[in-house]
Antibody
Framework: QLQLQESGPGLVKPSETLSLTCTVSGGSISSRSHYWGWIRQPPGKGLEWIGSIYYSGITYYTPSLKSRVTISVDTSKNQFSLKLSSVTAADTALYYC???????????WGQGTLVTVSS | EIVLTQSPGTLSLSPGERASLSCRASQSISSRYLAWYQQKPGQAPRLLIYGASSRATGIPDRFSGSGSGTDFTLTISRLEPEDFAVYYCQQYGDSPALTFGGGTKVDIK
């Protein structure tokens, strides 16, 4: 059974860089049939796609965050990562990683990790 | 960017009743790229429907999806107690961009 697990600091200071890693188990991140994505959800609000990556390193980002986001993949560790720079309180959210099909639906999700931006 | 508008914002129904949730796109989208998710409190979203009408693995047949172009519907034929949750539609379009609707909360009347 495929599982995804997010990890990283739960508290980040304003203007610093948020860094999260998603570890995939029970399957290979080098699957040619899937992408791997990050989605966030501010407390009490809806879902926002941040971006996705293919095992080869091809990335797609949501336009509103593109200037601050970097997603990378480490196939040797079966992990992919998110970096979001220059964070503000508006970046406080539950961050999910997920597996994405080539039809752009998200069929497996991690449990999510809460990241709070505060000094 | 394509905007998805879900209605109603909240749907208050009783167990056993039928629920119809609407998702309207700001421009026509391919049915191939329209999905629905269920999210319960404290849990990650769960894929219910992909390709507008195909049920994901393990999803009961009381859940069905329909629609095309700009108008899509998720129907729950008979609400079970575990179906009271928030439902999101999601699409993929040009940019490239994956976007979600604002959600519909189905709560117990």
């Amino acid at each position: 059974q495929l599982q995804l697990q997010e990890s990283g600091p739960g508290l980040v200071k304003p203007s610093e860089t948020l860094s999260l890693t998603c570890t995939v188990s029970g399957g290979s991140i080098s699957s040619r049939s899937h992408y791997w994505g990050w989605i966030r959800q501010p407390p009490g609000k809806g879902l926002e796609w941040i971006g996705s990556i293919y095992y080869s390193g091809i990335t797609y980002y949501t336009p509103s965050l593109k200037s601050r986001v970097t997603i990378s993949v480490d196939t040797s560790k079966n992990q992919f990562s998110l970096k979001l720079s220059s964070v503000t309180a508006a970046d406080t959210a539950l961050y999910y990683c997920a597996r994405q099909s080539t039809d752009w639906n998200l069929d497996y999700w991690g449990q999510g990790t809460l990241v709070t931006v505060s000094s | 960017e394509i905007v998805l508008t879900q209605s109603p914002g909240t749907l208050s129904l009783s167990p056993g009743e039928r629920a119809s949730l609407s998702c309207r796109a700001s421009q026509s989208i391919s049915s191939r790229y329209l999905a629905w998710y269920q999210q319960k409190p404290g849990q990650a979203p769960r894929l219910l429907i992909y390709g507008a009408s195909s049920r994901a693995t393990g999803i009961p047949d009381r859940f069905s999806g329909s629609g095309s172009g700009t108008d899509f519907t998720l129907t729950i034929s008979r609400l079970e107690p575990e179906d009271f949750a928030v439902y999101y539609c999601q699409q993929y379009g040009d940019s490239p961009a994956l976007t979600f609707g604002g959600g519909t909360k189905v709560d117990i009347k």
